[in-house]
């Protein structure tokens, strides 16, 4: 029995072997796509985030250090024989952070879509 060497046997492997690293890059590129859009997410959530924490910090804090009441929190309450009494503090601060953190997470998309154009 005479044994023969066959050439299809090699092309075909080089031809699995291709469609096995065509695969893997186009995987690669699907889960870089759908990574960087996580991250932009993610990033995105930090900085509407901080811009609210900060703003809101700050503004309370003036309020306390130049003696502000519409920048300042205070809480009162009055239990007696009638009823009780609530009262809280001015929301001015957070409402003022609430719309710095919308203006900063819109400039933040803004650019990043610039530098990705």
């Not at 995987?27 to 901080?50: P, Q, T």
């Not at 609530?86 to 900063?104: D, E, K, M």
Request: hydrophobic share 50%; aromatic share 12%.
């Amino acid at each position: 029995m005479i044994h023969k060497k066959s050439t299809t046997g090699k092309s075909e492997k080089k031809v699995v072997v291709f469609r096995i690293i065509k695969c893997i890059l186009i995987i690669e590129k699907y889960v870089n796509m759908h990574l960087r859009g996580v991250l932009m997410n993610v990033k995105s959530f930090i900085v509407a985030f901080g811009s609210i924490v900060l703003t809101t910090a700050l503004l309370y804090l003036i309020g306390y250090v130049f003696t502000i009441p519409l920048l300042m929190w205070h809480y009162e309450y009055t239990d007696s024989t009638n009823g009780f009494f609530v009262s809280t503090g001015s929301l001015v601060p957070l409402i003022v952070g609430l719309v710095i953190s919308f203006i900063a997470e819109k400039i933040y998309i803004y650019k990043h879509q610039q530098k990705l154009g």
